[in-house]
């Protein structure tokens, strides 16, 4: 079956970095998609990885391990909006997205 | 700049109704998805449409329709709400498989 594995939440400190990661299993692989979402929001894209390998962004960066079904969000310099949901989808091989129920990353002060 | 629009952000409607969810999106995308959200799940696609009057069943069609007359609006309908249909609906919309772009949801409760 596909699937779709991440932290249900995090905690982490204003300033600081955090990980979040995610393990996927899918019918065939097109991409890793990255997605924020706000409460009470729509979901806003952030990244996108078909290649192995580290994609920076700013203070985002993103990561691909196409022979391990792994892929994690780095987020440096943690500010206090960065307090979201963060999805994690996988695009299988007729192009669907498979979802993972999103990890709630809670910022401390 | 880039928007998905949907006709309400909060919805209740009885168990029985016919309810109709509209998304209309400005980008000129041939790709249209209808999703809900429930807590501790992931996104769930319902359907979703490659063309103007076209349309694939998605994950959880059960329950559902939907339509596509032009290629800017896809409709959601629910052809008799259920209360196990409460849920945030969000719709999307994208340029071929790249990123999707979501509209701002609606929040349906049926009583």
């Known amino acids: 079956g596909q699937n779709i594995d991440q932290p249900t939440e995090m905690t982490a400190t204003e300033g600081a970095i955090v990980q979040i990661n995610c393990t996927y299993q899918?019918?065939?692989?097109?991409?890793l998609f990255w997605y924020q979402q706000h409460a009470g929001e729509a979901p806003t894209f952030l990244s996108y990885?078909?290649l192995d390998g580290l994609e920076e962004k700013g203070r985002f960066s993103s990561f691909l391990s196409r022979s391990k079904g792994y892929s994690y969000l780095l987020l440096k310099e943690l500010q206090m909006k960065d307090s979201a949901s963060y999805l994690c989808?996988?695009?299988?091989?007729?192009?669907?997205?498979?979802w993972g129920a999103g990890t709630k990353l809670i910022i401390k002060p | 700049d880039v928007k998905v629009t949907q006709s309400s952000r909060y919805l209740v409607k009885r168990t029985g109704e016919k309810v109709f969810l509209e998304c209309v999106q400005d980008?000129?995308?041939?790709?249209m998805f209808w999703y809900r959200q429930d807590p501790g799940l992931g996104l769930r696609l319902i359907y979703f449409?490659?063309?103007?009057?076209?349309?694939e069943k998605g994950d959880i069609p059960e329950g559902y329709s939907v339509s596509r007359e032009k290629k800017e609006r896809f409709s959601l309908i629910l052809e008799s709400a259920s209360t196990n249909q409460t849920s945030m609906y969000l719709c999307?919309?994208?340029?071929?498989?790249?990123?999707?772009?979501f509209g701002p949801g609606t929040r349906l409760t049926v009583t």
């Open positions: 999307a919309s994208s340029f071929w498989f790249y990123e999707q772009y």
């Open positions: 980008m000129d995308h041939e790709n």
């Open positions: 449409s490659y063309d103007v009057k076209m349309k």
């Open positions: 899918t019918s065939g692989f097109n991409g």
């Open positions: 990885n078909v």
């Open positions: 989808a996988s695009m299988d091989s007729n192009y669907q997205l498979i």
